[in-house]
Nanobody, 121 residues
Framework: QVQLVESGGGLVQPGGSLRLSCAAS????????MGWYRQAPGKQRELVAS???????NYADSVKGRFTISRDNANNGVYLQMNSLKSEDTAVYYCMFDGRTTIATMRRLYWGQGTQVTVSP
């Protein structure tokens, strides 16, 4: 069973920074997209940032200019650098891979377990 392992969440003051990391427990034969989503209490899960295989990157309007997504192709990793954090960024952050592992026959979405980010004075 493939696992996406996230790290880097925590408590930070407004204006601070955090860097989230996500790595897959197995190798992927093909990755079509990687991304970060978040879900705040009482709200639906929303896309924060994504990067597709061709390199195109998409950000939610609320994080443009503050967050940066990057990928490590060699290690099947994806990162989210979060700067100038605001209280409204408080949420559980999930990483997502859209791809096919080396032992799988089909493409599918994989999700991490989530990491809490809390922005508070």
């Amino acid at each position: 069973q493939v696992q996406l392992v996230e790290s880097g969440g925590g408590l930070v003051q407004p204006g601070g920074s955090l860097r989230l990391s996500c790595a897959a427990s197995e190798s992927f034969a093909s990755i079509y997209a990687m991304g970060w989503y978040r879900q705040a209490p009482g709200k639906q899960r929303e896309l924060v940032a994504s990067i597709v295989s061709g390199g195109n990157i998409n950000y939610a309007d609320s994080v443009k200019g503050r967050f940066t997504i990057s990928r490590d192709n060699a290690n099947n990793g994806v990162y989210l650098q979060m700067n100038s954090l605001k209280s409204e960024d408080t949420a559980v952050y999930y990483c997502m891979f859209d791809g096919r592992t080396t032992i799988a026959t089909m493409r599918r979405l994989y999700w991490g377990q989530g990491t809490q980010v809390t922005v508070s004075p």
